[in-house]
């Protein structure tokens, strides 16, 4: 088995040592702002089979969203209580909202891909690609020229996230062309 087998395994089924890790890294997390620029990927396996390249011109971002419902406006009397709900759903998943906050605080950039970093009780981290659309590193590169080029495209859900959400990449029964 090569490197990137066994570190998919450790994520899958951590044992007690990497559970202590992933807490001690949790704590660490909390403390940071919401929107941090990591070094390196938490989960170098799971970056590399998103497009990530660990070369000039890729920015891994971690990005801490909020867990629960989205609270709606109380609006007093008038309403039928059916009229008056508290929580709303919105159609947007957790990974495609840490995408575009991610994306707002580097406007030069686009995402290329994302994936689940981890979670606490009150908050959902993921860690987002980035690619610079102007460094020369991307636009020698055809595929990625490509996708830099699609400006907003974590707003139109044009990535892997927006597109799940959208329902776009349904699998299993019913979801063939007929």
């Known amino acids: 088995m090569g490197l990137y087998k066994y570190l ?3 994520w899958k089924k951590p044992d007690g040592e990497h559970e202590a890790v992933y807490k001690q890294r949790l ?6 702002p919401v929107t941090v620029r990591a070094v390196y990927p938490t989960r170098l396996d799971r970056a590399r089979s998103l497009g ?6 890729f920015l891994i971002v971690r990005q801490r969203v909020d867990r629960g419902g989205r609270m709606r406006s109380n609006d007093r009397g ?16 957790y990974q495609q909202v840490a995408e575009e906050r991610a994306v707002q605080k580097y406007s030069n950039c686009e995402v290329l891909n994302s994936y689940y970093a981890g979670e606490d009780g009150k908050h959902y981290w993921y860690e987002v690609i980035l690619i ?3 460094h020369p590193n991307i636009q020698n590169d055809l595929v990625l020229r490509r996708v830099a080029a699609q400006k907003g495209r974590v707003f139109r ?3 892997s996230a927006g597109k799940r959400s959208r329902g776009v990449r349904l699998k299993g029964k019913g979801s063939e062309k007929t």
Not at 52 to 57: A, E, L, W
Not at 78 to 93: S, T, V
């Open 157 to 159: 859900g044009l990535t």
């Open 27 to 32: 704590i660490l997390w909390r403390k940071q």
């Open 8 to 10: 998919r395994q450790a």
């Open 52 to 57: 990530y390249k660990s070369k000039q011109g």
């Open 78 to 93: 008038g309403r039928r209580p059916k009229a008056n709900r508290r929580f709303m759903i919105l159609d947007k998943n």
């Open 132 to 134: 610079d659309r102007a």
